[in-house]
């Protein structure tokens, strides 16, 4: 590794166009325009070329139109997080697409080094090295000679430079993989999900009707006052999660012991926008609008009526709390108990293979973090 050099010895920042949306944005394949990118246009690492705007060719420098190897950067966010986000230029980009005065591309001396320089601007370093800048800093804007000022450790020949690129490249390549295969289970669940719980596709030997009855007449509530926390503040570990209906889910952890709730599983309902969680485990809820949902019957399957809830053609209208008068008046169609547990076993080994897929990309994820510490810094050498 040669000593700690920067950035802008091995090549420089270019600032994006300045425009005029109403008079310089052009229809799309409209001749003599071309596609622009902006900072949305980036998403965890990697470019996504939905929701691009034309822009007028007589706006663009030729500088200014993206290439093999750069690196588009997120140069000014009102959110901090998103300043300093990257996006490697690939081939398919490559002379298609220009980018905004918001954005900035850093293009190496040598095109070759541009993967290699991808993992340099995602690194933790890096990150650090764009917070700091931030922190002394009123907006959230970033100049080309911050970014070329930024110091590290590089190998001192490209072949090693390149090396390392495609290590790390490839274990890109194999997380992309597993998130495409996560993604496409996640679809099948939900298509088949919906079928099996609204009796469109039916499991081999069961047939008959489906008896007709309501939410309510299934389902038991409870209130969650005994339940709530007393602070707004959450742990980032502890004893008890404390739950939300909404998407967020986990919204931290508690080592209140009291007020605990344990009769799981159970559904988590939001009584003003209706969202629902299916939950296995103890836990504590932050909101009063909470309610939490058991059988009234044994002879029916939560999960089953869960999964059914979530392909309900019920929509807030109003803030207003909804359960007790009118969500829990909703009518279902439900099978005999047999068919529901079926259903059930179903819906938990599609559950199972998504969690294994999913703890298979966060195992990767840490391995290429892992890889990027070490080979980045010099600590581990490729032979």
Request: glycine share 6%.
């Amino acid at each position: 590794m040669a000593p700690n050099s920067r950035l802008g010895d091995y090549g420089s920042v270019i600032r994006g166009v300045t425009f005029n949306a109403e008079k310089d944005f052009r229809p799309h394949g409209f001749l003599g325009s071309i596609e622009l990118l902006r900072s949305n246009n980036i998403q965890t690492n990697s470019l996504f070329l939905d929701n691009t705007y034309n822009l007028s060719i007589d706006k663009v420098e030729q500088k200014q139109i993206l290439v093999e190897g750069d690196l588009l950067i997120c140069m000014a966010n009102g959110s901090k997080d998103l300043v300093g986000k990257s996006a490697y230029v690939d081939k398919q980009i490559s002379g298609k697409y220009t980018f905004g005065s918001f954005m900035g591309a850093f293009r190496p001396n040598n095109s070759e080094t541009g993967l290699f320089f991808r993992y340099i601007l995602q690194s933790s370093e890096f990150r650090n090295h764009i917070n700091l800048i931030l922190a002394g800093s009123s907006i959230n804007n970033l100049t080309p000679s911050l970014i070329e000022d930024y110091s590290f450790k590089i190998p001192k020949t490209v072949d090693e430079q390149k090396a390392i690129a495609k290590a790390l490249s490839d274990i890109d390549e194999l997380i992309s993989t597993l998130n495409t295969e996560y993604s496409k289970l996640l679809n099948f669940k939900d298509a088949l999900c919906q079928d099996l719980v609204t009796a469109k596709r039916r499991l081999p030997n069961y047939s008959g009707d489906w008896s007709i009855t309501s939410l309510g007449d299934v389902l038991d509530y409870e209130q969650p006052t005994a339940y709530l926390v007393d602070t707004t503040e959450h742990l980032e570990q502890g004893n008890v999660p404390v739950l939300t209906a909404g998407k967020s889910f986990i919204l931290g952890y508690s080592d209140d012991l009291i007020g605990v709730y344990n009769n799981t599983p159970t559904i988590l309902f939001d009584d003003f926008t209706t969202d629902s969680k299916y939950v296995d485990f103890s836990f504590k809820v932050k909101s009063s609008a909470c309610k939490m949902l058991s059988l009234k019957d044994s002879k029916n399957n939560l999960l089953f009526i869960y999964t059914l809830m979530q392909y309900l053609p019920f929509a807030p209208y109003d803030h207003k709390r909804y359960w007790i008068s009118e969500y829990s008046k909703i009518e279902i169609s439900l099978p005999d108990y047999n068919e529901q547990y079926a259903i059930a076993d179903v819906i938990k080994n599609l559950n199972s293979k998504i969690e294994i897929l999913r703890a298979s990309i966060l195992k990767y994820e840490c391995i290429k973090q892992g890889m990027m510490n070490d080979l980045l810094t010099g600590k581990v050498r490729l032979v």
